[in-house]
Nanobody, 115 residues
Framework: QVQLVESGGGLVQPGGSLRLSCQAT????????MGWYRQTLGKERELVAA???????RYGDSVKGRFTISRTKSMNAVYLQMNSLNTEDTAVYYC?????????WGPGTQVTVSA
């Protein structure tokens, strides 16, 4: 069993930055991919950024050039550096990990961008 624990969310002004962290604990078998998704009320969960074991990254169109995903070499932690935040980035951010055919989600961390 793998548990994912997010941290780093909070309130930030437009134009500001935040860094999210996700630590995988438990029976850790190197995930094939880890990433971040976000969801706002009434909308579907959407991809923010993902990174595979080989280091290949993928970003949602709305965050390209502003957000950067990184990971530890062992893939037991993943980070999301978020710059130039705007109000449309307000959401609950979820950490995600894929281990073989299994998928795991963290409980989510709230990011609020507001003046």
């Amino acid at each position: 069993q793998v548990q994912l624990v997010e941290s780093g969310g909070g309130l930030v002004q437009p134009g500001g930055s935040l860094r999210l962290s996700c630590q995988a604990t438990g029976r850790i078998i190197s995930p094939s991919a880890m990433g971040w998704y976000r969801q706002t009320l009434g909308k579907e969960r959407e991809l923010v950024a993902a990174i595979a074991g080989g280091g290949i990254t993928r970003y949602g169109d709305s965050v390209k050039g502003r957000f950067t995903i990184s990971r530890t070499k062992s893939m037991n932690a993943v980070y999301l550096q978020m710059n130039s935040l705007n109000t449309e980035d307000t959401a609950v951010y979820y950490c995600h990990a894929r281990v073989g055919t299994l998928e795991y989600w963290g409980p989510g961390t709230q990011v609020t961008v507001s003046a």
